[in-house]
């Protein structure tokens, strides 16, 4: 570390690495992209509407006139896209060194996606789950590559129950519940998937991130635009701007002292906003038989094998 603050002074030269990030378009994967392209990383923006991935690329462009910045299709609430993306991607890349799985939803109404998935677990969770479970042999074949999973301060408010993982019908669903469950997922995804790479001996760390609260788009599900117009003199005492955010995400994809299984998040304010450094997940997030369980539902559920 340079200071005595990690920022993205300290992410190492990137060239010559191939990077993707989900939801490059908006908040904490615009400013996570951008700072890729910074250090000279090819990266591959993720987006579900290609018109707003342009613009965003433009944006990035505009001010890195050398960003090499490759957009691509993909919605993680519909596992063909994944599927279409994974092949392409594949076809057009012999190597993946970071795949950052930053997209997400939060507290959207009950919904279902393509494939009949409560829609925050099936987007944040078990899109993400696939994604990852199709990238594999090509994260394998590329050495020190690092997966990193977007979770939240939320995943404490996450219960795991799998007799009812989707909310069957809407049963039991409450809009936090469900995001605080999907973000508890991505944490569990992790630790499991860490333990993957080291028992078949993998080269590729798993390493999850929260950014805290963060100044993005994702509070545009829930809270209603003028509500946060007026909130906004009050939320600037623990909201911190999307390119703080992004730090904890962007450490745990570059510094090369991170370990496999760490959680990184803001420094300060109850990890609210911040410096990014090593946080401390909950209990629950720990539970080997709940990683496990998860593991083998997330496969049975989107049909992908990790091998
Ligand atoms: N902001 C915070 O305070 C905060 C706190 C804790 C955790 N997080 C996590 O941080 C991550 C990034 O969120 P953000 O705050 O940057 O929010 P954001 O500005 O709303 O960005 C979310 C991104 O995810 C994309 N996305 C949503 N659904 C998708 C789908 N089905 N397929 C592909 N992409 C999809 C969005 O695309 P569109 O632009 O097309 O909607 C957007 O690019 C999320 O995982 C979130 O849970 C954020």
Redesign the pocket.
């Known amino acids: 570390m340079n200071g005595k603050h990690w920022t993205t002074k300290d992410i190492p030269d990137l060239k010559g690495k191939t990077v993707i990030v989900?939801?490059?378009?908006?908040?904490?994967?615009?400013e996570a992209v951008k700072a890729f392209v910074s250090k000279g990383a090819i990266v591959i923006m993720?987006?579900?509407?290609t018109i707003?991935g342009e613009i965003a690329r433009e944006n990035i462009k505009n001010s890195i006139p050398k960003a090499e910045i490759i957009l691509m299709e993909?919605?993680?609430?519909?596992l063909s896209s994944i599927q279409n993306f994974s092949d392409k991607f594949k076809q057009s890349h012999t190597k993946l060194d970071i795949l950052v799985n930053?997209?997400?939803?939060?507290m959207v109404p009950y919904a279902l996606?393509v494939d009949g998935f409560e829609k925050q677990i099936g987007?944040?969770h078990l899109?993400h789950f696939a994604l990852t479970g199709l990238l594999l042999d090509i994260l394998k074949k590329t050495p020190g590559s690092r997966v990193v999973n977007?979770?939240?301060?939320?995943h404490k408010s996450g219960v795991m129950d799998f007799d009812n993982f989707m909310y069957n019908n809407g049963n039991g669903y409450k809009p936090m519940k469900a995001?605080g469950r999907s973000?508890l997922c991505n944490l569990l995804f992790t630790y499991e998937l860490q333990h993957f790479f080291e028992t078949n001996q993998i080269d590729c760390k798993a390493i999850a991130a929260?950014?805290?609260?963060?100044?993005?788009?994702?509070?545009?599900?829930s809270i209603p635009k003028w509500v946060m117009v007026l909130l906004r003199p009050f939320t600037l005492f623990f909201?911190q701007p999307?390119s703080m955010?992004a730090l904890p995400e962007l450490r745990a994809a570059t510094d090369p002292m991170a370990k496999g299984g760490e959680f990184y998040g803001p420094n300060s304010h109850s990890e609210m906003k911040g410096f990014p450094t090593v946080v401390q997940s909950n209990q629950a997030s720990h539970r080997i038989d709940d990683g496990k369980k998860l593991w083998q539902l997330s496969e049975k559920l989107t049909s992908v094998q990790f091998k």
């Open positions: 989900t939801g490059g378009n908006s908040g904490l994967g615009f993720t987006c579900r509407s707003k993909l919605d993680l609430a519909n930053n997209a997400g939803i939060m996606t987007t944040n899109g977007v979770s939240s301060l939320a995001y973000k929260h950014p805290g609260v963060s100044d993005t788009n994702l509070f545009s599900h909201i999307a955010g």
